[in-house]
């Protein structure tokens, strides 16, 4: 196995140990083991920038690329792996204000990671039309707004299971949940319309237009749509709480389903 790959599977180790920390120690109610999962989790996600790093430098080695075209964002594996580590460093980030990201964030990043493992590893020949300095900006942008989208999940399902606790909805954990779902939700709309404008000059310059009504634009668009009106809804109609939580939840539907089922079911330009 080469070095690389190892240093994949240890840091998929990392995570499901910190993982496992944490929720025994929220099991057994230890806050011990919660610190010791946390420094484990930052330990995992330091190894993990280094994987990312590794592998964007072996990609410019092996494929002779240049530096911004070698990014590690290319196909099911490489996505996978930097969306959990967008993740990972998101929940890090907020984890002082809000501890509870961890029960959510934690095992998303996990999950990611696990996907990752099952797709293909290997460095792989890029396509010329990947070899454009849009490559970088329209992946980079998509990681990062599918990390906002996810975290707006996450705060959905969170509000929900507090609402079959009987939590109360204007208590302060509630509206501060809340209040981070919609802004994660704004996050990842500035990011996800950068990724679609930016992914329109790309297209201009790898087949001549800048729309084809591929399936992966459509859905895209369809996507971009659903979170603008989710916008609309809490910004013109004060929509709040549960409603705007189980939006939060479906438009993580729609973004995976952009993702992972477009690229498996309806292939097309998109489809490398």
């Excluded at 998101?90 to 999950?111: D, E, F, G, T």
């Excluded at 990062?144 to 996450?154: K, T």
């Excluded at 603008?228 to 709040?240: D, M, V």
């Amino acid at each position: 196995m080469e070095p690389l790959n190892i240093l994949f599977w240890a840091v998929l180790g990392l995570y499901t140990v910190a993982v496992a920390l944490y929720f025994t120690g929220l099991a057994v109610k230890d806050d011990r083991l919660k610190k010791y999962a946390f420094a484990a989790f930052v330990l995992t996600t330091v190894a993990h920038i280094a994987y990312f790093i590794w592998r964007w430098w072996a990609k410019i080695d092996v494929l002779e690329l240049a530096f911004i075209y070698a990014m590690p964002m290319r196909g099911a594996f490489e996505f996978a792996m930097s969306f959990a580590l967008v993740i990972s460093i998101i929940y890090i980030v907020l984890r002082a204000k809000m501890p509870w990201l961890a029960s959510v964030a934690m095992p998303a990043a996990l999950a990611m990671m696990i996907f990752a493992a099952t797709r293909n590893m290997d460095i792989q020949y890029m396509q010329d039309a990947l070899r454009s300095p849009w490559f970088f900006v329209h992946a980079g942008t998509g990681a990062i707004a599918y990390a906002g989208f996810a975290i707006a999940a996450v705060c959905g399902i969170r509000y929900l299971v507090n609402l079959r606790r009987n939590v109360d909805e204007e208590g302060k954990e509630m509206l501060q949940i809340d209040r981070l779902s919609y802004r994660a939700t704004v996050f990842g709309m500035l990011f996800f319309t950068v990724t679609i404008i930016s992914g329109s000059f790309w297209a201009i310059d790898a087949w001549g237009q800048f729309w084809v009504w591929d399936p992966k634009e459509l859905w895209s668009l369809i996507t971009w749509i659903f979170y603008a009106i989710y916008l609309h809804q809490r910004l013109r109609k004060n929509w709040r709480g549960r409603r705007t939580a189980i939006m939060s939840i479906f438009g993580i539907g729609l973004v995976l389903f952009t993702w992972i089922g477009v690229n498996n079911l309806l292939p097309g330009l998109h489809s490398y």
